[in-house]
């Protein structure tokens, strides 16, 4: 399957900071990257969809100032938290999907924890 | 959103017996896919169906495509200590590239 990066794997910051997350497909190109967030013991629950070049797709309840995303090139879209509060502490995963739109390849996601 | 029921949501078994879950869906799907996550990991792609009553199989892993397009199940023979993990279900191949999951099977497996 194809391999797909995610940096940092685990970060800590005060409350009130942003934080960026990468996410990198590094061996075939991805028009399309999503973003998820992962509860201890829960299903992956879908963020936002991420076209390389134009603007994301939010879920709804996701606020979109808040989470921000950037799909600049098709093998790299970041994830920023905005002003983070330790409500966002969770487990956040991203994929890339396939050229067809039927397969997602997941990062292995970043632990993010807002002290 | 749509929802996939995923079944059972945890199974204790000892090791060498077979283990088999499932999901339903109220929608058809064009594609269903099984995912494999380690603790702090992301889901690793087992198998992907892409037919209607199509069966595969990856190893010790067998996995079908619901005739229906509304379910899917996987099984997995003679299990062994390293298939402990959550185990999802995804539906897709209808909006975007998107996948709808199901809520996951938690496997301990007792050596």
């Known amino acids: 399957g194809a391999v797909v990066s995610q940096h940092p794997s685990r970060v800590i910051c005060k409350s009130g900071t942003s934080v960026k997350i990468e996410c990198r497909s590094l061996?075939?190109?991805?028009?399309?990257m999503f973003w998820y967030r992962q509860f201890p013991k829960q299903s992956l629950m879908l963020m936002a969809t991420?076209?390389?070049?134009?603007?994301?797709?939010?879920e709804q309840g996701v606020e979109k100032d808040k989470f921000l995303i950037n799909h600049a090139s098709l093998t790299l879209s970041t994830l920023t938290v905005t002003s983070a509060h330790p409500e966002d502490s969770s487990f956040y995963i991203c994929?890339?999907?396939?050229?067809?739109?039927?397969?997602?390849?997941f990062g292995p996601g970043t632990r993010l924890t807002v002290l | 959103g749509q929802q996939l029921n995923q079944s059972p949501q945890s199974m204790f078994i000892q090791e060498g017996e077979d283990v088999s879950m499932n999901c339903t869906s109220s929608?058809?799907?064009?594609?269903w896919l099984w995912y494999k996550q380690d603790p702090g990991e992301g889901p690793v792609l087992l198998i992907a169906?892409?037919?209607?009553?199509e069966l595969t199989s990856n190893g010790r892993l067998t996995a079908q495509f619901g005739i229906t397009r509304k379910d899917s199940f996987l099984n997995i023979s003679a299990s062994i200590p390293s298939d402990v993990g959550i185990y999802f279900c995804?539906?897709?191949?209808?909006?975007?590239?998107?996948?709808?999951f199901g809520q996951g099977t938690i496997l301990t497996v007792h050596p």
């Open positions: 994929s890339a999907g396939d050229l067809y739109g039927n397969e997602q390849f």
């Open positions: 061996d075939f190109q991805a028009t399309t």
């Open positions: 991420s076209n390389e070049g134009s603007k994301a797709t939010y």
């Open positions: 929608s058809i799907f064009n594609t």
């Open positions: 169906l892409y037919k209607a009553g």
């Open positions: 995804a539906g897709g191949g209808t909006s975007y590239g998107k996948l709808t």
